[in-house]
């Protein structure tokens, strides 16, 4: 920023709360959750929901499994009146489920509030106005600290006073201090204290008392010490429940409401995915699943959170960004290759389920958010030997000998690299056939049978051309592929050694293949090795196709 421009803004003075609690405190469960998703998501969408997309959501937010859910502003327009009527005409809201409407203090908007509750069992409604010296300067025109104090109270008592026109509804009052964050702490508390004056909650009835960072101005240490200040400060702490709503702003609306839970909180308003003005409300499913990561149950399932992201990307028109915490679509994928062999190692380590969870750069199972290992590990330049052996082992069964990982991992990720782009899983498969697999380019394997065979011995025979001469070779050895690096050596193809052999078989019984895979060196510098795979239903053939595979590569690679 330029230096004329730097001087604009002034530094945050942090609140003097010297013995705070909250940092050596721990989570050890969850607070109530409170969608915001219908209201304060919705208000923010560039195009807001319609009645069907509203309802749509509504009843994947109940799936999810939140009972709190703030289904809109219904004195605000037609639409969220007409939605709210819409549930209740038609059944929607579980027994379990309360529905939450927000309503600013003022006459007319709570009497057409309380008119969109008919017939509801349970609700919460909501009442707010802000609080902060800015809002109170600028929005309010210099209203006074009373003045503000007075609309607030006045909403209280009228809403108070409206309960008997709902005699059928279980209501639950809500206030918030709009702009808590930024509003004086000392008056925050006088002005929630005036409201619980008028509306006297108790320990068996409770308020809500909502704390917004409608703006998040300040570091989330910040909030924290806010909130344990207003929970220690405020009058009968027991007859309220102190909730967080927290924005985004400054990107850190999650560890503020994380930091606001462990200073006392025990609600949490927000979103999913962080929906909401500007760079949006906290994301309860990024909390939640933090939670979970941690081994705290929360009552919300995320188990098919691909499901719930399309339901969202469907209604609201937004899009769940691929680096997301949890639902993006790359965040349980590996390009780099440590990180690919550090995944490959931890998962192959994971025999038993019951085991905690513990595996490298992965901070939850994806299984448990019902998305599948598969893109754990994608290929492209930057990825290590380990990342395509783990996907030709778990996508095509290949399950190459440790010593073979770096060849194979280097020659794909050269073509990544060469391409200048991600191989596909099939890419990946396709090269390593054309590289490494049946190779006829040198020698050229035409059939391959046993002459005779005993306990000590086999001899093969083998017909096969040679840079396009046909010719037929015969050689005796312990076993078929030893039999055949005799008659390989007899027609003078001397400089190679056989260093290692291993097969095994893809597929079920009935119509399983054999695959080999063998290495060679060569005579005149062991130090440089080859390897070569064999695929074949009979074994003794896919190993004779690996020998000659490798020794086709050496042929080609050794002069380059
Ligand atoms: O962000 C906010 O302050 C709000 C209030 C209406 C609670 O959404
Ligand atoms: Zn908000």
Redesign the pocket.
Known sequence: MKASSITKYKPFQPINLKDRQWPNRQLTKPPIWCS?DL??GN?ALPVPMNIDQKVELFKQLVAIGFKEIEVGFPSASDTEFNFLRKLVDDGLIPDDVTIQV?VQAREPLIRRTFESLDGVKKAIV?L?N?TSALQRRITFSNATKDEIKAIAVNGTKLIKSLLNEVPGTKITFQY?P???SDTEEDYAVEVCEAVMDSWQPTPEHKMIL?L????EWNMPNTYADQIEWFCRTIKDRDSVIVCL???NDRGTGTAATELGLLAGAERV?GTLFGN??RTG?LDLTTVALNMNSHGIQTGLDFSNIDEIRSVYEKNTGMTVHKRHPYAGELVFTAFSGSHQDAIKKGMDLRSDVDTRWAVPYLTIDPIDLGRSYEAIIRINSQSGKGGVAYILKREFEYDLPKKMHPEVGMYINGLADQYGRELSFQEIQTEFQKEFVNRRDIINLKKYHIKKMTEEEVHSVVTLSYKGDEMELEGKGNGPINSVVYAMKQQGWKDFNLEQYRSHSIGNSSASISVSYIQISLKSDPSIRYWGCGEHTSIRRSGVNALISAYNRAQILKGK
């Open positions: 915001v209201r304060d208000q927000l909501h707010y802000s918030s709009e702009s808590f909502n917004p960072s409608t703006v709503h927290t924005h308003e909401g003005e409300n």
